[in-house]
């Protein structure tokens, strides 16, 4: 019905004067589902801009309804939740272009970069890319240790139901 598979998130580096980098957000990341009765809790509450409290853990790439036993989420139709805290490695850090790209979430997807919002795709299963949102600064602080990177969180909310 839904999922998240393929490597949901990498992020690519790249520029006029360097190899293209990546990073692969693959792993455990946080997950929760919306309240059937509210679809709009998520956003109303924004989830997007705080850690997740109450949730699972959901292995990515996978598919939410294949890899659980608990049938109202194997079941489930509508607005779920995927959050994951990353660092970027120094070499990103320079201010050069980011990207984030999808290999393939069904069906709609919203991404947030901390509590910036991204961008949205709609399409099953083919990949799709959004600009690092500018918004999120990427840079090492100098007053920072050059080993200490800041976190970022990005936050997906998907809805596998094709007639949003």
């Known amino acids: 019905v839904g999922d998240v598979s393929g490597k949901i998130c990498d992020i690519n580096m790249s520029s006029q004067f360097q ?46 309804n294949d890899v659980t036993a608990n049938r109202t989420i194997r079941d489930y139709l509508g607005w779920v939740w995927y959050q994951r805290t990353f660092r970027l490695p120094a070499s990103m850090q320079n201010g050069n272009f980011l990207r984030l790209r999808f290999t393939s979430v069904h069906y709609y997807s919203k991404v947030w970069i ?44 998907v809805n596998n139901t094709l007639n949003n």
């Not at 083919?126 to 800041?150: G, Q, R």
Request: glycine share 6%; hydrophobic share 35%; aromatic share 16%.
């Open 19 to 64: 190899p293209r980098e990546t990073v692969s957000l693959d792993g455990l990341w946080k997950f929760k589902v919306s309240p059937k009765e509210d679809q709009e809790t998520g956003f109303r509450e924004a989830w997007f801009n705080s850690q997740f409290q109450d949730y699972i853990d959901m292995p990515v790439p996978s598919s939410f």
């Open 114 to 157: 901390n509590d910036c919002f991204a961008g949205e795709h709609e399409g099953g299963h083919i990949p799709f890319e959004l600009d690092w949102p500018c918004d999120v600064d990427i840079t090492n602080k100098a007053d920072s240790l050059p080993y200490i990177y800041p976190t970022f969180t990005i936050t997906v909310a």
